[in-house]
């Protein structure tokens, strides 16, 4: 199975910090990765697709950058709505495998 | 809209059975698969299988092959997960996820569904 690895666990930002998360593959998946956002007893929402790609309807302020094993997810400008879990996922291969998350809080 | 909407929580004891359901609107049913993700209490989100709702077909991850059997009723456009000989580490929420791909391009999941809390308990 590929091993997703997510750092940090948590994050403490103030609203209008550039946050970043990291996720490393333990094997290439070519840009096979998506990236979501996931608040307590809602459905997760996609952000990022294709490790690049901004699903339709999100803000511009996400962006997700990288390909083979390293990937990053960037908040150019934290928001109030931002603070959340966040995870990543890789589908090159089954099994699908997740990031442990990050969860972004309020400093 | 798209909606994936999941049945209610459940509760069961060590050994039984649960079967979860999802059912969708606001698109085309078969053209589209369905994922099953479950997220444990302080765990990433884990990866279960996939159904295509077209022709029935499966693929289970090896940890659950023979435990779970994922179904779909194209008469209701809902997808079903049984997920059997229940213990105490199978407790967590349950999620239904649409992709129009089965891997690689538009693999993606686009929709979720909010979740069935499963728990299992004596």
Known sequence: DIQMTQSPSTLSASVGDRVTITCRASQTISSWLAWYQHKPGKAPKLLIYKASSLESGVPSRFSGSGSGTEFTLTISSLQPDDFALYYCQQYNSYPWTFGQGTKVDIK | ?122
């Not at chain 2, 992709?99 to 569904?113: I, V």
């Open chain 2, 1 to 122: 809209q798209v909606q994936l909407v999941q049945s209610g929580a459940e509760v069961k004891e060590p050994g039984a059975s649960v079967k979860v359901s999802c059912k969708a609107s606001g698109y085309t049913f078969t053209g589209f698969y369905i994922h099953w993700v479950r997220q444990a209490p302080g765990q990433g989100p884990e990866w279960m299988g996939i159904i295509n709702p077209s022709i029935g077909i499966t693929t289970y991850a090896q940890k659950f092959q023979g435990r779970v059997t994922m179904t779909r009723d194209t008469s209701t456009s809902t997808v079903f997960m049984e997920l059997s000989s229940l213990r105490s580490d199978d407790t967590a929420v349950y999620y239904c996820a649409r992709t129009l791909g089965s891997g690689g391009f538009g693999s993606h999941c686009d929709y979720w569904g909010r979740g069935t809390l499963v728990t299992v308990s004596s």
